[in-house]
């Protein structure tokens, strides 16, 4: 009776950032609120779903009519919506004998975007396309912007000595051309399920080259058979649209065509080259599910 009442009366609220990406850990924050007015509940154990929450947290006392609250790690293993974070409340008070519980349910709706973090075989990529820019631009005549530090994996051929010098570091000249270049990533989404595990991959790659590239400053323009979208800044790159939740394969859909034949493009696709060169892409970097080195699957 007393640990029923020890429980009575908890309500609990959870705040989360405005984005979440897959398995990166972030704070969330936890309200607990004893909504009797004079009793206090004690010895309170609570625990998350085992889909996302990493922390138990534990109140001593929470007094009647407190609301408190505590910051928990939070690492959620997929993309896609989450409808209804699970929690538990628990107390052996008072004589520590017998565990009750009572079990909490948050109705809300929590999108987690793909995981925009670097795995094996992502830079790999990323250097390879930033070879065919270098390839593809190079020799067009570039108008001067700015003078900035290398960057990892960069070609060397814009280094401008003299600023190296300078500050002590190596230092690089970029052009305006640089800043309006065009990145095309299309997602073919016609993937039969035998491939599930690599379509998830190809996801989390586009997601992570379309951050990568935009932090630099280039114009990238993401599709698949139902979305198209352009994006010019990083932060923009994963959460500008709830749509990365809804990229499901099996949708047999014809493919979308390039904007700029002079664009530089990528394209994932578990269809041949054949069938993406009728739609367009003849020119484009082709990763399929034989680039499994690249996408670092066994």
């Not at 959620?76 to 565990?99: D, M, Q």
């Not at 379509?199 to 599709?223: K, Y």
Request: glycine fraction near 8%; include cysteine; charge should be neutral.
């Amino acid at each position: 009776m007393i640990s029923r009442l020890s429980l009575a009366g908890l309500e609990l609220d959870f705040v989360l950032p405005e984005h979440v990406t897959a398995r990166r850990t972030l704070a969330g924050r936890v309200y607990v609120r004893n909504s009797k007015r004079w009793l206090p509940s004690f010895s309170i154990h609570l625990s998350g779903s085992e889909e996302s929450f990493l922390t138990t947290l534990y109140f001593l006392a929470i007094p009647g009519g407190a609301v408190l609250d505590e910051t928990v790690e939070v690492c959620f293993r997929r993309r896609g919506i989450y409808r209804e974070s699970g929690f538990l409340f628990a107390t052996l008070f008072p004589f520590g004998f017998v565990e009750r519980r009572a079990q909490v349910i948050l109705r809300r709706d929590v999108l987690v975007y793909p995981s925009i973090d670097s795995q094996p075989g992502f830079e790999d990529l990323l250097a390879a396309v930033r070879g065919d820019m270098e390839t593809q631009f190079r020799g067009r005549g570039h108008d001067f912007h700015r003078i900035r530090p290398y960057e990892a994996l960069e070609s060397a051929r814009h280094v401008d000595w003299k600023a190296t010098a300078k500050v002590g570091s190596l230092q690089v000249r970029e052009f305006a051309r640089e800043q309006e270049r065009l990145i095309e990533i299309f997602l073919d989404l016609n993937v039969p399920p035998a491939l599930g595990e690599w379509f998830e991959r190809a996801v989390e790659t586009c997601a992570f080259l379309a951050w990568r590239m935009a932090e630099r400053g280039a114009r990238i323009r993401f599709g698949t058979q139902e979305f198209d979208v352009s994006i010019r800044k990083a932060a923009t790159s994963t959460a500008s649209s709830g749509t990365w939740r809804w990229f499901h394969p099996g949708r047999r859909k014809p493919a979308i065509s390039p904007l700029d034949e002079e664009s530089c493009q990528i394209v994932f696709t578990a269809a041949g080259e054949g069938l993406m060169a009728e739609a367009g892409w003849g020119q484009a970097r082709i990763v399929g599910p034989d680039s499994r080195s690249i996408l670092g699957l066994a």
